[in-house]
T-cell receptor, first 119, second 121 residues
């Protein structure tokens, strides 16, 4: 079974509108972290936002917010007031377990969603 | 913020040759670095975990003799694709985990390099 599922291969949004990118995850761990990364056509991976499994409040970072629904195992990314520069691939990722050792740090990525912002 | 430099950004080589890709953390120390591979329009797949001063840990299915990883210092890890073949053509991207106390986020956020696009003719 896939650990991270992103069901939207592509999404379109009008400039200045909000868009939600879906992400569901599968884990039996109690401690885990959820991340969203943006990958423009240049290829670099840009960290956007993080949500810990024990965080009670949804994470927010500027125009990005994470709609965390633990019982449903979903961690959707909401981008408000879309901009043309938001056009990119967006990856949801999960880190399972919570050990202090770096060697135990593994991110599992979803297949990504290609977001296109139309003017 | 944390910056990871990856070099070269793109490389073309002949089949049978070896190619080295460098990954450097510029403003922080990284005891652990990670190497990912990404095929066109696909997700990132972890190849190996590189630990400073010790042998790399490879994911299942990744040939350690083909993808040599050396983490010689707290700021540098290298990936060498040995005897490259066309099927090794891919986008290789590294990431680094700040040493404890150096990260800006309690989540220990990975910082990624810009990636290296390898084309083997």
């Amino acid at each position: 079974a896939q650990k991270i599922t992103q069901t939207q291969p592509g999404m379109f949004v009008q400039e200045k509108e909000a868009v939600t990118l879906d992400c569901t995850y599968d884990t039996s761990d109690q401690s885990y972290g959820l991340f969203w990364y943006k990958q423009p056509s240049s290829g670099e991976m840009i960290f956007l936002i993080y949500q810990g499994s024990y965080d009670e409040q949804n994470a927010t970072e500027g125009r990005y917010s994470l709609n965390f629904q633990k019982a449903r195992k979903s961690a959707n990314l909401v981008i408000s007031a879309s901009q043309l520069g938001d056009s990119a691939m967006y990856f949801c990722a999960m880190r399972e377990g919570w050990s202090s050792g770096g060697s135990n740090y593994k991110l599992t990525f979803g297949k990504g969603t290609l977001l296109t912002v139309n003017p | 913020g944390a910056v990871v430099s990856q070099h070269p950004s793109w490389v073309i080589c002949k089949s049978g040759t070896s190619v080295k890709i460098e990954c450097r953390s510029l403003d922080f120390q990284a005891t652990t670095m990670f190497w990912y591979r990404q095929f066109p329009k696909q997700s990132l797949m972890l190849m190996a975990t590189s630990n400073e001063g010790s042998k790399a840990t490879y994911e299942q299915g990744v040939e350690k003799d083909k993808f040599l990883i050396n983490h010689a210092s707290l700021t540098l890890s290298t990936l060498t694709v040995t005897s490259a073949h066309p099927e090794d053509s891919s986008f290789y991207i590294c990431s680094a985990l700040p040493r404890r106390g150096q990260g800006s986020s309690g989540a220990n956020v990975l910082t990624f390099g810009a990636g290296s696009r390898l084309t083997v003719l």
